[in-house]
């Protein structure tokens, strides 16, 4: 039987595709990522891969604009002040155990697999703790592929129990 890779790559690039886009999901991220691309039908390394890949996407973005976007919301939709308010709490208080180990320890705090604990949260918190973007983006990276190594051990044992 011949192997047809490009049958195989046009079958896989959807579920990649879903895996990708629902990694990037807040609460979600990675987490949810890797086990929706297995049961999509993706390979433990592949839906590992596009889940870093989805939830790595915005952590940039989170780390360099969130402070201007609140600021933003604030002045022109006072309505979310206390949506505002609760991001800014949460990045503050999770930014407090980072503060002590910085880097280190804000790859320790996205490596976690545990809610409330990401690649969006970590990145919220560098934001607020004026961590450089140059600084604090390899730290997110190590956490978020540890957090994926995690997750990927885990699913992989329970998919090998069915």
């Known amino acids: 039987m011949e192997l047809n890779l490009q ?3 046009e079958t896989m690039m959807g579920e990649f ?3 990708v886009l629902f990694s990037m999901i807040p609460v979600v991220e990675l ?10 039908g993706l390979p433990v390394w592949a839906a590992f891969i596009a889940a870093v890949i989805g939830n790595l996407i915005p952590v940039p973005f989170i780390i360099v ?4 976007i609140l600021q933003w919301m604030r002045e022109r939709i006072p309505r979310l002040n206390r949506l505002v308010d609760a991001l800014e709490r949460k990045a503050h208080l999770k930014g407090r155990r980072v503060t002590k180990y910085k880097y280190l320890g804000l790859a320790i705090f996205v490596a976690i697999p545990l809610p409330g604990t990401g690649a969006w949260t970590g990145a919220l918190a560098a934001a607020f703790l004026d ?10 990276i190590a956490g978020v592929v540890t957090a994926g190594l995690a997750i990927s051990i885990l699913t992989y044992g329970v998919a090998s129990l069915f």
């Open 31 to 40: 987490r949810g990522g890797i086990p929706f691309g297995v049961t999509l």
């Open 7 to 9: 049958w195989l790559m």
């Open 65 to 68: 604009y969130i402070r201007r």
């Open 131 to 140: 961590m450089p973007l140059r600084r604090a983006l390899p730290s997110v």
């Open 17 to 19: 595709t879903l895996t």
